[in-house]
C-alpha cells in the first residue's frame, strides 16, 4: 500500500542517539508527505507549506545537533568535520530558501527535484555526517 | 538499629515466666500472641493465637507446622515462601517488622491477618527468639475488596473504570517495554446512542451499553482489557501487539459483533455503530494520558470520516506539528530575551545625493546557528498569528529605541519596518504603539520618522479596519509604503485604497530587468503609475552599477540595494551615514525622461553585459558553449545597435566601438589561451575583463550626457528610428 518513492525507516539510518533519530524520522516523515501530496496535485501553497515545515526543521534539528557539537567541542575532535558538517547544515537551510524564492517568483522548482534534493540530502547527510558525529557523541555519553 | 518496641529483659524465660503468670489475661486479647525460640520452636502461645491458626497446642509446636498447614501470600498476592514469613525473617534479621498483612489460605478457608515481629535479646545482645502478635483483619478486607470494586469498576456494566483502566494501561505498556511489543489503546464512541436514548428511554440505553459490554468482552482476548469510560465511551486495551495487523483483526471483530442489531424491551434496534479512535504505543511514544487523547483525536477522525470504523492516530503529522511548535516557541523566547536585532540598508537619494532612510531588517542571532536572515524564520513567524504580533511589537519597539539612539546622537533618518497587515487591522494597534513609546520613554514626535511598509497586499482586501487603522497612525506622523510593488494585482487596489506614501517597486523585477526584456516594461510603468498617484517610487534591489545607473535613467531618484549597501549592524549604518559620499557615476547617468531609444540603448549594454558574465562564468567552469563564445562584436544586440552610428561618428563614439571590438577580441584570445593551457580563468583575467566592461559602461554615460548637453537627443531618436525602419530587426 506504499506510495512508489516512499521512503520507509531503516534501522541502518539510525544513527543511535536517540532525539537525532527521532528527529531524522520527522524528516523522512515530511519528505513521504511532500511525496504523497505532491502526487497528487501541486499547487503553490502546497509548496509554501512543505518548505515552512522544512525552514522549521532546519532551525530546531540542527539546534539540536549544533548544541551537542558544541557541548562536546566536536570541533576540536575534528575541524574539518566539523565544518562539512556545518555547511551541509547551511546548504539545506540555502536551498529550502531558495526554493521559497522560486515558488515567490512564481517559477517554483518541480516536485522531482525537490524531493530529489530532500531525499539526497537525508541519505547523504544522515547516513555519512550524522553517523560520523553520532558516533563521535556515543564516546562522550554513557 | 534499635526499635522502640524492642524488649529487653535479662533473659527470654523471665518473659516466658511473666507470660504465664498472666495467661489468663492474655486469653482475653483479641490478638493471637506466640513466643518462638531461636529454633523456631514455640515457647508461648495465648488461646487466640490456636483459634487464629485454627490447631490446639499440640498442632502448634514449630513454625513448620504453621507453615505445613497455612499457606501464606502477602498483600500483593505474592506467595511468600516459609523463609519470607515474619518470624522466621525477623529471626534471621533481628530487626522487627510492624503491621505486615497477610493472606494465610489452608485447604478449608482464607484469612487475613496483620502480624508484628518483635525480636528478643538477652542481656549480652544475643538474640532468643521472637514475639508474635497476629490479628484477624478477614472481616475488614472483604469490605476493602467491596470498597476496591465501587471505586474501580463501572457499576452498570461491571467493567474496570477509568481508574482501573489507567492502572492496567501502565502496566501494559511497562510489560510493552519488556517485551519489546506494541500496545494499542483504543477509544470506542458509539454510533447512533444518543437516538436509542431519546426514543426508548434511559433504561434502555442503559440495557444497550451492558449488551455492547457484554460483546467486547465476548470478541477481544482474554488479556485484553475493555473498560468503560462513562456514556458510551469505551476503552480498549490491546496488549502484546506485534504488528498493527494483530490489532486491526480484534478490532474488525468489535465494528462487525457491535453492529449486530440489538433486542432490547422486545424491540429490535437497528443502525448501532461503533466509531473507534487508535493509538499505538511506542509507535506513538508518549505518556499514557497523552495516548487515550491521541486516541480521543482519531475517534472523532472515524466518525467524521463515516462512522463505523476504526482510524489510526497520525504519530507522523503530529510529531512534526509539536516539533514546529516548538520551533515557535523557541522563536518567542529568542525574541523575549533579546536574541533579535535589526540590520540597517540604507535607501539612498540619487538626485540629492543623500541617504534618505534605512530599511530594518531582522535577524537573529541565533546561539548555535549564527545570525539567521529573515528568509529563514520571518515565514513561520507569520503563519502563527500570536509570534506575528510578539514580533511586530517588538520590531516597533526596536525601532522606535534606535530612532531615539540616532535622534540622540544627532542624526535624523528616518526607518522602515514592515508589518504584517494582521496587526494593521487591529483596533486597539495605535494604542499598542502609543503605549510602546511611553514605556521606552521616547519622544512621540519620533514616529514622524516612522514607515511601516506592507508587504503582503493580497491579504488586505480581506481586513476591516486597515483604512481606519492607516489613518491612525498618519495622525501621529507614520508614513506608509507598499512592499513588493508591481508582482501582485492587490498592490494596484492597495494604493487606490489606502493613504499609500511610498511605493517600492519588487526587487525581483530590478534584478531581472536588464536580463529580461518582460519586466523592463513593468518597471518603467511604476515610476509613471506613481508620479500618477503623486507618491514616490523606490528601486531595492539593485545590485550593480549598471542597474543603478538604469534605474536613475529610467526616472527612479530613490534606490536601495546591494549596490549602494548591504544590509549591516546599527553602528555600521551609523558611520555609513555620517561618512557618506555619493558614488561620481551616479551625475552620469542622464535624467531625461525615457525615450524609446535609451530603452533599446539600455538593453544593448545590458545585454553586452549578461554576455560578458556569461563569458566569465563559461570560462571559469571550463567549459562555454558556442552561441555565447561564437557572438561578434557585429551580431551581438550592443553591436546591431552601434550600427546605427556608423555615419556620424564622434571621437567618443570612435572609442566605444574601439572599446567594444576589443572587449570581444579579447574573449576570442582568452579564450583560445584557456583551450591550449587547458585550464580555466584566473582572477586577474576576469577582474580585467570587468574593467572593459565597467569602461564600456561608463563611456556610454558620457556620451548619452553629451547628447543631453547638445540636445542632439532628438535627432539622434529621429536617426535611429531610421534606420530601424530601413533595416528592421
Known sequence: ?142 | MLSKKRLLYSTITGIIREMNINKDLLDLMQEGVQVWDVKGKRLFNNSQALVLHGVDAEEMQTLDDITSKWTFYDDDGKLLRPIELPATKVLHTKEPLNDIVLKMTSQETTRWIVQNVTPLFDGKGELEGVISTCVDITHLKSQETKYKNIANYDPLTHLPNRLLLSDRLAFSLLRANRNKDKVAVCMIDLDGFKAVNDTLGHDAGDVLLIEVARRMQKVIRPYDTVARLGGDEFVVILADIAKIDDCAIVLYRVLNILALPYMIDEHEVKGISASIGVSVYPDDKVEPDILLRHADVAMYQAKNSGKNRFTFFDVASDQKIRANHKTLERIKKAITQGDFCFYYQPKINTFTEKVIEVEALARWAHPFLGLLSPNEFMPLIENDEKLNKIFDEWAIKEGIRQLDVWKKEGLSIEICINISPRQLDQKDFVSTIKQIVSQEDIDIALLAYLEFEILDTSSLEQLNNVQEVISQCKELGITFALGHFGTEESSLTAIREYPIDTIKIDKNLVMRMLDDTAEMPIVQTVTGLASAFDISATAVGAESMEQVLSLIEIGYDEIQGYAIARPMPSDAMRDFIIGFTPDPRWRLASKTLPSRTDFDLLLAEADHKYWVQSVIGGLSRDGLSDDVLQVTHKECRFGRWFEGFKDQMTPDLRDLDHLHRQIHDKVHRLYETLKKEKRVINSAEEIELLQMSDELTILLAKIKKRYKDEKKHLNLVNKILDKREHHGR
Open chain 1, 1 to 142: 500500500m506504499e506510495d512508489s518513492g516512499t521512503i520507509l525507516w531503516k534501522s541502518d539510518y539510525d544513527t543511535g542517539v536517540d532525539e537525532i533519530d527521532e528527529q531524522h524520522r520527522i524528516l523522512v516523515n515530511t519528505i513521504n508527505e511532500a511525496n504523497k501530496r505532491l502526487s497528487k496535485e501541486s499547487s503553490l501553497e502546497m509548496l509554501e507549506d512543505i518548505t515552512r515545515d522544512l525552514l522549521s526543521y532546519a532551525i530546531y534539528h540542527f539546534e539540536t545537533e549544533e548544541e551537542m557539537m558544541q557541548d562536546y567541542d566536536y570541533k576540536a575532535f575534528s575541524q574539518e568535520e566539523y565544518e562539512t558538517h556545518m555547511k551541509q547544515h547551511r546548504d539545506f537551510s540555502a536551498q529550502v530558501v531558495a526554493v521559497r524564492e522560486s515558488i515567490k517568483v512564481r517559477d517554483p522548482i518541480s516536485k522531482e527535484a525537490l524531493i530529489d534534493f530532500l531525499t539526497d540530502w537525508l541519505i547523504n547527510h544522515i547516513n555519512n555526517t550524522d553517523k560520523r558525529l553520532a558516533a563521535f557523541l556515543k564516546t562522550k555519553t554513557i
